[in-house]
């Protein structure tokens, strides 16, 4: 398994697979032919059909400069979603070709070879197996991530991101770039607060911190597992900090757990709402964000895995259906309601963590099989669901 770096990763939302892993694609070709004078890319699958919503070639345009030719080819049939091929020109001459696949979470293959920074950190390949050695060296899951790589800094600065986002989030009025004209909601929902709401004030306060339209908007987020999921963790862990005055050294703690289940889900499945729909990004951003809480809650081991199965297994089909391709309905609100989902699975978790009957591994292995079974226009399209329903008002 993969260093948490490449989990929780810093950049331009409002998608990991459709702005920032073209984006680090861009970077790849400036980087290695310094001597091109132009580029030609083809968009192909879901970066085809809702590259546009997504701010993909303006992403692209930026990166690589406007004699950038885009070419949205939503007929031709590839076998990964995310993938797009780069020619490179110098003058008239092509000099080279390359295929590049978003892999989600902002990762990418080039020519089918998977970058090779910060790879294998981790020699397990399942929760089973991480449960197992922190079991034989009698110590909790963030220790785990501790014997394996030094890594506080970069998680403080990942939160105080999350933080920056969500506090950012929380002044806005208005509405988000496209032409739904989504109201921005996080800022009415945090004014709307009372003192004496009692748990409901609870409830106001996460779905204000969840609402990620700063994604929705293109602003600077991390990805947890995905942009587009990225309200989820970051609202629980801001909630625990400041409501809870949860100190940061167990904030960071709290990531490399959530972490932990991230990897996981990556290693064995996939978080790239293309592949596996919805389920695989705010249904790992619900296991990731459940297994934090019931570590700050002071879960055992037994309980966070139990935790992170039950945000998992009742987010199983959830479809990505994102209205006219863009990441606000129902991404935005679904964030929301995932942040509170994860409350509840790490509370129940703590009680009946005894009576568990399947693992943290089977559900993943089932959301990466109900996955590959979805139709593809419940993947990324904008042809199905919701997305469909909206374009036939
Ligand atoms: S529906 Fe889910 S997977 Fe699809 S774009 Fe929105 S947040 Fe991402």
């Given at each position: ?21 073209p984006a680090k694609a861009c970077q790849y070709l400036k980087e290695h032919f310094p001597?091109a004078?132009r580029f030609e890319i ?18 692209i345009?930026?990166e690589l400069g406007?004699?950038t ?15 797009f091929?780069a020619k490179v020109f ?5 000099i080279k070709q390359i295929?590049f ?7 990418i293959?080039i ?283």
């Open positions: 398994m993969d260093s948490l770096v490449e989990l929780y990763k810093i950049g331009h939302g409002p998608s990991s697979s459709h702005t920032m892993g001597e004078t083809t968009l192909y699958g879901s970066l085809a059909l809702t590259g546009k919503g997504h701010l993909t070639d303006i992403i345009l930026n406007p004699n030719k885009i070419v949205f080819d939503i007929k031709s049939k590839v076998k990964h979603p995310n993938t091929i110098n003058d008239e001459k092509m295929t696949i978003s892999l989600g979470g902002g990762s293959s020519d089918s070879k998977v970058e090779e920074s910060n790879k294998d950190i981790y020699p397990f390949h399942n929760f089973d197996e991480i449960k197992k050695y922190a079991y034989e060296n009698n110590i909790s899951l963030d220790k785990v991530v501790d014997r394996f790589e030094n890594i506080d800094e970069y998680l403080k600065k990942v939160y105080f991101q999350m933080d920056k986002t969500i506090t950012d989030g929380l002044t806005k009025d208005g509405v988000l770039p496209g032409k739904l004209q989504v109201k921005r909601k996080a800022k009415i929902i945090y004014s709307s607060l009372h003192e004496d709401d009692g748990h409901e004030k609870v409830i106001r306060l996460l779905s204000a911190y969840a609402c990620s339209e700063e994604n929705a908007s293109g602003a600077i987020v991390v990805t947890s597992p995905t942009c587009g999921s990225s309200g989820v963790l970051a609202s629980a862990l801001y909630y625990y900090y400041h409501d809870k005055n949860t100190p940061i050294e167990k904030i960071i703690e709290a990531l490399k757990v959530g972490g932990l289940i991230g990897n996981v889900i990556k290693h064995n499945a996939s978080i790239a709402g293309a592949y596996a729909g919805c389920q695989s990004e705010i249904g790992s951003a619900c296991s990731m964000a459940a297994a934090s809480i019931c570590f700050l809650e002071g879960g055992n081991i037994k309980q966070i895995e139990y935790a992170s199965e039950i945000a998992m297994e009742h987010h199983l089909g959830l479809t990505c259906d994102p209205v006219e391709g863009m990441v606000q309905i129902p991404c935005i609100e679904r964030n929301a309601v995932a942040t509170l989902r994860a409350f509840d699975a790490a509370y129940l978790a703590t009680i009946l963590s005894s009576l568990s009957q399947v693992s943290f591994d089977t559900v993943v292995e089932t959301m990466y099989q109900t996955g590959k079974d979805l139709k593809n226009a419940y993947k990324e399209t904008s042809k199905g669901g919701l997305a469909k329903y909206f374009f036939h008002k």
